[in-house]
């Protein structure tokens, strides 16, 4: 059966275009927010949906995805609450491939063969977990592999020619390349840079290349998807997010239009670039 | 436990750094590869008598190796029990223990050609000590403080600052050691072909853990000499306080596999195990954090709960791995004292013996209050004076009030 992702970039790949992929934390301000959001996010032309599974403790993310953790984990966001999140997405989408993008921790504690089921059976199509890098894969990645989820790994400007195989053996649905050293949200991508890093990746796999980390504009997002298969863009969705809140960090009436609004232009710089 | 014990308490961690289901090396894929080069630059230099050569100098001429072993004559005469040694680790250069390991560190650095040294520090000890080597080497130095850390231990942040550090003050979770592990993390990821993070406690991505304890290890090889000079036989028991573990782990591992040693370790009960507390042996669940799997305390959802101790060294919700190990496999006894406890003995030990202790090791003497005494006069026992208490004055003079 061929998965809602490697299916989404099938189809990307005749329409010549690449993918435009969100991320918002789950349960940021709140969870019916939150579910409105995710659910406008492929009318706005979000082709991948990544959901951020809070935790305290998010050692590779900037003070704006640090937040957005903190305002989930205020409104009562939980792992379970998460999987239920998507829950209600499928009901009304069942095409738009979602990835759950966080750390290993809280998985760790609801127990990886349970999640692996309820992840699955919720509609969920691939993980991203930060601190589990291949030296880990009995963890997490190889029972994924084999409850038919992609396991999506980040590739850095440090992982070189020697490593990246060992990166990529159990990769699959996309390889998530994190185009600068640093935090969520710092620095942006420098266009040269990102486009080499793309084609050494390429030269090691048939996967596609989503790229991440700094962009922030729709110029940037329509460069970067020149170079790659996809732009990935997070911290600006979510300062975006922030800035419509109210003093008591709750949502008003402008959240939701004000980060479908973001988005829908990203997603035409995105949707516009010529491969 | 069903399975057997081992032949050898002292063989961890494996190659890829466990013991036992404990430690490993949960990080972000682009420290992944800094971790590995770490790892092959610490193996050659272990294995390479020009630099253990260099270590032992410095040890000796700057430092102050060896530390006393000290025998505590009016504590043991008012516990009335075991005989009581102190091994004084709060008469290094620069007051405590963890100058042992940043020198360690710190020499690798240089030999890796790193030029900028990143900390995390908590009761401010490990930051000093990271400082004060930097100042010694010429390296740029940078050292994350939890802000309540900064508030509490301001003596030691004057002390940073004047040996030439920049102190970055850490206002994310809960602006503790744990939340200023989060930053130093970040900065690392964000400086990788610059930057060398020494990590303070036998804890973070394998080989930390196992390198800082080899460092730390010299506390427990001049005890086990120390002891046999003095009494002609090994002690009976060991005490230390557990934070992160470094100092009980330098105490311990060389007595892991002499069974008849009984070792115990002194986590911080803060309030009580059943209110705010430090001990995550007691009241915590093994996940993973920073690196390792470990006892961690959190919430049934897996999110990392704050650590409260009046003592910020020990202010911190996880403990290194191989105490974990040690923990399951039932080699080491893991206590736990409480604030007022500790407050207690502090003022014991300064009264009695004239030393004042920092207030992490001030668990360990609470704990000796009440094994002490229970023992016969020929039961020797070892606690690690770990750290000296000037930096802990204004707060204990904060908590006692007028009894100050």
């Not at chain 2, 972000?28 to 193996?43: G, H, N, R, S, V």
């Not at chain 2, 995390?120 to 490990?126: I, K, N, P, S, V």
């Not at chain 2, 596999?257 to 370790?265: H, P, Q, S």
Request: a negative charge; hydrophobic letters at 45%; charged letters at 20%.
């Amino acid at each position: 059966m061929t998965g809602r992702i490697e299916a989404r970039f099938a189809a990307l790949q005749q329409q010549g275009r690449a993918a435009f992929v969100t991320f918002l934390m789950a349960g940021d301000p709140d969870l019916e927010t939150s579910l409105a959001l995710i659910k406008a996010l492929p009318q706005a032309g979000a082709d991948i949906i990544e959901i951020g599974m809070p935790f305290t403790d998010p050692m590779a993310d900037g003070p704006a995805i640090q937040a957005a953790a903190l305002r989930a984990l205020q409104s009562g966001t939980t792992l379970k609450k998460t999987l239920d999140l998507v829950r209600a997405f499928r009901a009304g989408d069942n095409v738009t491939p979602i990835v759950l993008m966080g750390y290993y921790n809280p998985i760790y504690i609801y127990g990886v063969d349970q999640f692996l089921i309820d992840a699955k059976e919720a509609g969920i199509d691939g993980l991203i977990v930060v601190d589990l890098p291949p030296e880990e894969d009995g963890e997490l990645c190889l029972p994924a592999m084999r409850a038919g989820l992609n396991f999506i790994r980040l590739a850095t400007p440090t992982t070189d020619d020697k490593r990246l195989p060992a990166v990529l053996a159990n990769t699959s649905g996309f390889v998530y390349y994190v185009s600068i050293t640093g935090i969520t949200g710092s620095a942006s991508a420098d266009a040269k840079a990102v486009s080499s890093a793309v084609q050494r990746i390429k030269r090691h796999t048939p996967l596609p290349v989503c790229v991440g980390f700094g962009i922030r504009t729709t110029d940037a997002a329509n460069e970067i998807a020149r170079h790659a298969d996809g732009a990935v863009v997070g911290s600006a969705l979510v300062d975006v997010l922030r800035n419509s809140l109210d003093a008591e960090g709750r949502a008003t009436a402008t959240t939701v239009p004000a980060v479908i609004e973001l988005a829908t232009a990203l997603a035409q710089g995105v949707h516009a670039a010529a491969k | 436990m069903n399975s057997p014990l081992p032949n050898s308490f002292r063989a961890g961690p494996d190659d890829r750094g466990h013991f036992g289901k404990f430690g490993g090396r949960f990080v972000a894929e682009t420290l992944m590869p800094l971790i590995l080069d770490l790892e092959k630059a610490y193996a050659e230099a272990k294995a390479d008598p020009a630099f253990q050569a260099e270590m032992t100098g410095y040890l000796k001429h700057y430092v102050g190796r060896p530390s006393p072993l000290y025998f505590a004559e009016r504590l043991t005469a008012h516990f009335g029990g075991a005989k009581i040694y102190f091994k004084r680790e709060d008469l290094n250069h620069t007051g405590a223990h963890k100058v042992n390991n940043v020198l360690g560190q710190i020499l690798l650095a240089k030999r890796m050609g790193k030029p900028r040294i990143i900390a995390e520090t908590g009761a401010g000890m490990h930051g000093v000590a990271t400082a004060t080597m930097c100042a010694k080497f010429g390296l740029q130095c940078v050292v994350y403080m939890g802000a309540v850390d900064v508030e509490r231990q301001q003596p030691n942040v004057l002390r940073m600052r004047a040996l030439g550090a920049e102190v970055r003050p850490v206002t994310s979770g809960a602006n503790t050691l744990k939340d200023a592990m989060n930053e130093a993390l970040r900065d690392w990821v964000t400086n990788v072909h610059d930057t060398f993070y020494c990590i303070g406690t036998v804890a973070g991505p394998h080989p930390y853990p196992m390198m800082v304890r080899d460092f730390q290890a010299v506390i427990g090889t001049e005890v086990r000499s120390q002891i046999l000079e003095a009494e002609g036989r090994l002690p009976n028991s060991l005490v230390a306080c557990i934070g992160g573990g470094s100092n009980a782990m330098g105490l311990f591992h060389p007595f892991l596999d002499d069974r008849d040693v009984a070792i115990y370790g002194v986590e911080a009960a803060g309030h009580g195990l059943s209110k705010l507390h430090a001990a995550s042996i007691a009241g915590g669940q093994p996940g993973v954090l920073h690196g390792n799997r470990t006892y961690l305390l959190m919430d049934h959802d897996g999110q990392i709960q704050e650590a409260h101790s009046i003592s910020a060294g020990l202010d911190y919700p996880g403990i290194g791995p191989e105490h974990a190990w040690l923990h399951e496999v039932g080699r080491v006894n893991f206590l736990s004292a409480t604030d007022t406890e500790a407050l207690d003995a502090f003022k014991l030990c300064c009264r009695l013996e004239g030393i004042i202790p920092a207030l992490e090791p001030s668990h360990a003497l609470a704990k000796v209050a009440e094994l002490a005494p229970e023992l016969p006069s020929e039961h020797l026992m070892v606690v690690n004076m770990s750290g000296r208490g000037d930096k802990d004055l204004a707060s204990v003079a904060e908590h006692l009030g007028g009894q100050f």
